[in-house]
């Protein structure tokens, strides 16, 4: 899953990080690098506190609604504060560079996550490189936290909620 969080990144990279005078050309990668780590590092981190819900909620929200869930914003001072230790920028720079990627990328990864014609990710491979392949999740239960869960399973058809079952033998 990192690999291909990390060519998303890379792909919204454009003016937040690539064309930005802040970062020299020489530390793209590893910004984007820095980049990819906190949105993974947040969810993972998400999964180990207990709070699999919020990051299941994140991808159940759509797409438009990524960016305001409460992870986004755990994501966006981790990055702020990575971008700040890594290359020496300062808050205003760093949160620059944050907000104009962070909304971009978590909304294409939702979409491409819900989306059953796009394989680059899925939510049982999500869910597994977060806790490290370990199951055991009472799923009915969590998903039985989302409002309009019911509706939403048969309008994704074959999307996030269906792949959540199966990652489970549901």
């Known amino acids: 899953m990192f690999d291909?969080?990390?060519?998303l990144v890379k792909g919204q990279a454009g003016n937040a990080i690539i064309n930005n005078p802040a970062i020299p050309n020489e530390h793209n990668d590893a910004a984007v690098e820095v980049a990819s780590s906190s949105i993974f590092d947040t969810l993972k981190n998400a999964?180990?506190?207990g709070n699999l819900n919020s990051v299941l909620g994140m991808f159940s929200g759509?797409?438009?609604n990524a960016g305001n869930s409460p992870l986004a914003g755990i994501m966006q001072?981790?990055?702020v504060q990575n971008l700040m230790h890594k290359f020496g920028l300062d808050q205003?720079?760093?949160g620059n560079v944050a907000s104009g990627l962070l909304p971009n990328v978590l909304q294409n990864l939702v979409h491409k996550t819900n989306d059953p014609n796009d394989s680059s990710f899925?939510?049982?491979g999500i869910v597994s490189s977060l806790t490290g392949g370990s199951g055991g999740f009472d799923v009915n239960s969590l998903l039985?936290?989302?409002?309009?869960?019911?509706?939403?399973?048969n309008?994704?058809?074959g999307g996030i909620m269906d792949s959540l079952k199966g990652l489970f033998g549901n």
Do not use: C, E, K
């Open 47 to 49: 999964v180990a506190g």
């Open 122 to 124: 899925n939510i049982q």
């Open 92 to 94: 205003s720079q760093a």
């Open 77 to 79: 001072n981790d990055m």
């Open 4 to 7: 291909n969080l990390l060519d």
């Open 144 to 153: 039985n936290q989302f409002p309009g869960n019911q509706q939403q399973t």
């Open 155 to 157: 309008d994704i058809g």
């Open 62 to 64: 759509g797409a438009a």
